[in-house]
């Protein structure tokens, strides 16, 4: 058993008005200091195998094909 964390962000320069509002939101709570924030998505995986380099082929696969929007998201694809 593999497991992965595909991890999904905004590239830079896609506005992030989720993160803009949870920034705004923290500052309310009055957390001061923090600065620009940026939401993403993070999946945990499970494959069968033991075979790392076909699961990261995989993983990035799933990734192209509905994990991301590689148009506006980036990701990165961890194996433990």
Not at 22 to 45: E, N, P, W, Y
Request: aromatic residues 4%.
């Amino acid at each position: 058993m593999i497991k992965a964390r595909v991890t999904v962000t905004l590239k830079n320069g896609v506005l992030d008005p989720q993160g803009k509002a949870i920034g705004g939101a923290l500052s309310t709570l009055g957390f001061s200091g923090v600065g620009s924030v940026r939401q993403g998505k993070v999946f945990d995986l499970e494959l069968d195998g033991s075979d790392k380099a076909k699961a990261e082929d995989e993983l990035k696969a799933m990734c192209e094909k509905l994990l991301a929007n590689t148009v506006i998201e980036d990701y990165t694809v961890s194996v433990t």
